[in-house]
């Protein structure tokens, strides 16, 4: 089923909850091991990013099938930009944090795996077996650049994605956050 002006289609839906509440989940994480040097939890945040890119790119897939969910009411144009530049900004992200958060640590040589199942071992020094040797320092510090920039604009994309949906909900009363919860809006 496509979606509707009415009513999302049940793929949206799953796609647009599994995938949001996953980043918000992971950049909290990032943050929090950022601050406090948590090294135990990177193998954690990495699986968890490597599995969400399946799901990232089913929904980059999907939207470009089905297209963009018509709006539930029609609003200003400056509402009607700003919520494109914010799906947007988010879609793109959904798909740069994980795909550099990969570039940095497999580039990076800390290896890649999922919950301990490897795809692409570590390059530890033979001479030093304490010591990761990167496979390529310009791409992994590329990564790292585009992690940590995706990963503040989609703070706030995701703050501003709250607030318009908050709107939409409480001011608006125009059944958005309705038919994102898989409800039917009035015909």
Same mark, same amino acid.
């Given at each position: 089923?496509?979606?509707?002006?009415?009513?999302?289609?049940?793929?949206?839906?799953?796609?647009?909850?599994?995938?949001?509440?996953?980043?918000?989940?992971?950049?909290?994480?990032?943050?929090?091991? !950022?601050?406090? !040097?948590?090294?135990?939890?990177?193998?954690?945040?990495?699986?968890?990013?490597?599995?969400?890119?399946?799901?990232?790119?089913?929904?980059?897939?999907?939207?470009?099938?089905?297209?963009?969910?018509?709006?539930?009411?029609?609003?200003?144009?400056? !509402?009607?930009?700003?919520?494109?530049?914010?799906?947007?900004?988010?879609?793109?992200?959904?798909?740069?944090?994980?795909?550099?958060?990969?570039?940095?640590?497999?580039?990076?040589?800390?290896?890649?795996?999922?919950?301990?199942? !490897?795809?692409?071992?570590?390059?530890?020094?033979?001479?030093?077996?304490?010591?990761?040797?990167?496979?390529?320092?310009?791409?992994?510090?590329?990564?790292?650049?585009?992690?940590?920039?995706?990963?503040?604009?989609?703070?706030?994309?995701?703050?501003?994605?709250?607030?318009?949906?908050?709107?939409?909900?409480?001011?608006?009363?125009?059944?958005?956050?309705?038919?994102?919860?898989?409800?039917?809006?009035?015909?």
């Amino acid at each position: 089923m496509k979606d509707t002006k009415y009513k999302l289609s049940s793929l949206t839906i799953a796609l647009h909850w599994i995938i949001g509440i996953t980043i918000i989940g992971l950049l909290a994480l990032g943050k929090y091991m !950022e601050s406090n !040097e948590a090294y135990a939890l990177y193998d954690i945040h990495k699986s968890i990013g490597m599995i969400i890119i399946t799901f990232v790119l089913a929904r980059v897939f999907w939207r470009i099938l089905n297209g963009w969910p018509e709006p539930a009411s029609n609003y200003s144009n400056i !509402e009607h930009m700003t919520a494109k530049v914010v799906h947007w900004t988010l879609i793109l992200g959904t798909v740069a944090l994980p795909i550099s958060g990969v570039l940095m640590s497999g580039a990076g040589g800390h290896g890649l795996a999922i919950f301990g199942w !490897e795809l692409l071992a570590e390059n530890i020094d033979p001479n030093n077996l304490e010591e990761v040797v990167p496979l390529n320092k310009t791409l992994a510090g590329l990564g790292h650049e585009i992690h940590e920039i995706t990963g503040n604009v989609m703070i706030i994309a995701i703050m501003l994605h709250l607030f318009g949906a908050l709107k939409h909900h409480i001011i608006d009363k125009d059944g958005t956050l309705k038919r994102m919860l898989g409800k039917t809006i009035g015909e």
